[in-house]
């Protein structure tokens, strides 16, 4: 896929027809076993990964449609992974979409790909700034790493949605329990309660 390696002269001069023909049918029996709900999913995630030899244009749609969460999860996996291993525009939008479907572990995998790239990390901030994904489902770790991000635009928009969800929401939090200082104590009520949810 880099114009200037050996391989794209290659390809360019003709060289690679035989294996580009073998490439295209192995994409498009990958396609096939990636959607099939009959197959193993060992077999389905193992397709979805050989679909990274394809271009993204061959297999957009396929990953897309593999990011729903009826898929099992690690189909779900495969396909964040997969798409993470293209470059371009393209990659974002489909991961976007598919955010508030994901579970927890999902929505991880989805970072890691969506900050690994300042565009795309751009796109994901245009999703918040936007209404259409909410500034809590983002880690905080993950805003202090693109705080440090050589993207301009991502390390001054990281380190305003920091300030927006720091101190201030903090302050909230704590004015919202403030009267609680003011109740009495029950040791024997908070003991089970200790027990259940701190110890």
């Known amino acids: 896929n880099r114009g200037g390696s050996v391989l794209a002269r290659l390809s360019r001069d003709g060289a690679l027809d035989a294996i580009e023909k073998a490439s295209q049918r192995m994409i498009q029996?990958?396609?096939?076993?990636?959607?099939?709900?009959?197959?193993?999913t060992p077999e389905r995630v193992a397709a979805i990964e050989a679909l990274s030899f394809g271009?993204?244009?061959?297999?957009?749609?396929?990953?897309?449609?593999?990011?729903?969460?009826?898929?099992?999860h690690q189909v779900q996996r495969a396909a964040i992974t997969t798409l993470g291993k293209f470059r371009g525009p393209r990659v974002a939008p489909p991961l976007?979409?598919?955010?508030?479907g994901l579970s927890p572990q999902l929505r991880e995998a989805a970072s890691e790909v969506l900050f690994a790239r300042s565009d795309r990390t751009n796109s994901l901030f245009d999703a918040i700034?936007?209404?259409?994904l909410p500034l809590s489902d983002i880690a905080k770790p993950r805003l202090l790493v693109a705080r440090k991000s050589?993207?301009?635009?991502?390390?001054?928009?990281?380190?305003e949605y920091l300030q927006r969800s720091g101190s201030k929401a903090r302050a909230e939090v704590v004015?919202?329990?403030?009267n609680a200082l003011e109740l009495a104590g029950d040791r024997d009520r908070g003991r089970p309660l200790f027990r259940k949810h701190c110890a």
Do not use: C, F
């Open 175 to 178: 004015a919202a329990y403030r």
């Open 29 to 40: 029996i990958s396609i096939g076993t990636a959607a099939s709900h009959s197959a193993r």
């Open 55 to 72: 271009s993204i244009g061959e297999v957009e749609s396929m990953l897309h449609s593999l990011l729903d969460n009826r898929q099992p």
């Open 150 to 159: 050589k993207d301009s635009a991502v390390k001054t928009r990281a380190a």
């Open 129 to 132: 700034d936007a209404g259409d």
């Open 96 to 100: 976007i979409d598919a955010w508030p």
